[in-house]
């Protein structure tokens, strides 16, 4: 059954850069049919989607953090990962990576990973 | 982009009661809306996608309605388990948007 893992600090300084990596496990993650995302939450807060890439390297962005945001992916180690520069108290959020099913950069999170709380602060 | 608004922000019922959610997008959608499930400290859980079809192994006493800019979310009967917050997404344009959320409490 697939599953996905985020991992990366727990804590980040302010102006510094947020690096998170999802590993996806027990199934394909080179498929064509499949995109992947970050969705991040604020504590108390609703859901923001951050962006998606799909195997081959396209990316899709959320326009209100593009100027600070990286998505790569690694197929090797069946990864892919989010940077986000410059961070602010405000970045702080529970981030989520999840499995979007199609052929295209839409749709509905299908599968999710549990979640990584992390913090900015100094 | 599309701004998504859901209706109410939090609500209680009773066990066995019907359990109405409704979000409005700022444009037409058509079915592009999918609905999710979260309960505390967990991820989000895909119930309902394309505006109304149940996803695999979701019970049947969840679905969805709509089309053109409003939707409707209904649990037909309220148990305890479905003590969440329930989140509406739309999917026609990017960014992907979501609802601002509705705690439904007993």
């Known amino acids: 059954q697939l599953q996905l893992q985020e991992s990366g600090p727990g804590l980040v300084k302010p102006s510094e850069t947020l690096s998170l990596t999802c590993t996806v496990s027990?199934?394909?993650?080179?498929?064509?049919?499949?995109?992947w995302g970050w969705i991040r939450q604020p504590p108390g807060k609703g859901l923001e989607w951050i962006g998606s890439?799909?195997?081959?390297?396209?990316?899709y962005y959320n326009p209100s953090l593009k100027s600070r945001l990286t998505i790569s992916v690694d197929t090797s180690k069946n990864q892919f990962s989010l940077k986000l520069s410059s961070v602010t108290a405000a970045d702080t959020a529970v981030y989520y990576c999840?499995?979007?099913?199609?052929?295209?950069?839409?749709?509905?999170?299908?599968?999710w990973g549990q979640g990584t709380m992390v913090i900015v602060s100094s | 982009d599309i701004q998504v608004t859901q209706s109410p922000s939090s609500l209680s019922a009773s066990v066995g009661d019907r359990v109405t959610i409704t979000c409005q997008a700022s444009?037409?959608?058509?079915?592009?809306l999918n609905w999710y499930q979260q309960k505390p400290g967990k991820a989000p859980n895909l119930l309902i996608y394309?505006?109304?079809n149940l996803e695999t192994g979701v019970p049947a006493r969840f679905s969805g309605s709509g089309s053109g800019t409003d939707f409707t979310f209904t649990i037909s009967s309220l148990q305890p388990e479905d003590i969440a917050t329930y989140y509406c997404?739309?999917?026609?344009?990017?960014?992907?948007?979501f609802g601002g959320g509705t705690k439904v409490e007993i």
């Open positions: 027990g199934g394909s993650f080179t498929s064509s049919s499949y995109y």
């Open positions: 444009q037409d959608i058509s079915n592009s």
């Open positions: 890439i799909y195997y081959s390297g396209s990316t």
């Open positions: 999840a499995r979007l099913p199609g052929f295209y950069p839409t749709g509905a999170f299908d599968i």
């Open positions: 394309d505006g109304s």
């Open positions: 997404q739309q999917f026609d344009n990017l960014p992907l948007t």
